[in-house]
Nanobody, 123 residues
Framework: VQLQASGGGSVQTGGSLRLSCAAS????????KGWFRQAPGKEREFVAAIGWGGPAAYYADSVKGRFTISRDIAKGTVYLQMNSLKPADTAVYYCAGRRYSSISMDASTYDYWGQGTLVTVSS
């Protein structure tokens, strides 16, 4: 499975961006997907995840109410709509996928990763 993340860019505080993560190869429509981010000098952190069955989605407290994760099963694509962006959201954003349908906030439980897309929020 290959994941291709796109949609990053530079915005001002309060702006919006929508990230996309397209899957190719042997994919399963019901496996869980997640978004993680890594800011300069910091460890990679969980942002949001979407699964199949059970809780629909999980969000990090820092993005709850501002970010929305969704998926288009027909297109094999997962999206991250980011609104009310803050400078603290500046990071490289990575999409990731699991072999399983259950959601996880633990990066070590994800089996494949995209290459990352840079989001820069200026004040």
């Amino acid at each position: 499975v290959q994941l291709q993340a796109s949609g990053g860019g530079s915005v001002q505080t309060g702006g919006s961006l929508r990230l996309s993560c397209a899957a190719s190869g042997r994919t399963f429509s019901n496996n869980a997907k997640g978004w993680f981010r890594q800011a300069p000098g910091k460890e990679r952190e969980f942002v949001a995840a979407i699964g199949w069955g059970g809780p629909a989605a999980y969000y990090a407290d820092s993005v709850k109410g501002r970010f929305t994760i969704s998926r288009d099963i027909a297109k094999g694509t997962v999206y991250l709509q980011m609104n009310s962006l803050k400078p603290a959201d500046t990071a490289v954003y990575y999409c990731a996928g699991r072999r399983y349908s259950s959601i996880s906030m633990d990066a070590s439980t994800y089996d494949y990763w995209g290459q990352g897309t840079l989001v820069t929020v200026s004040s």
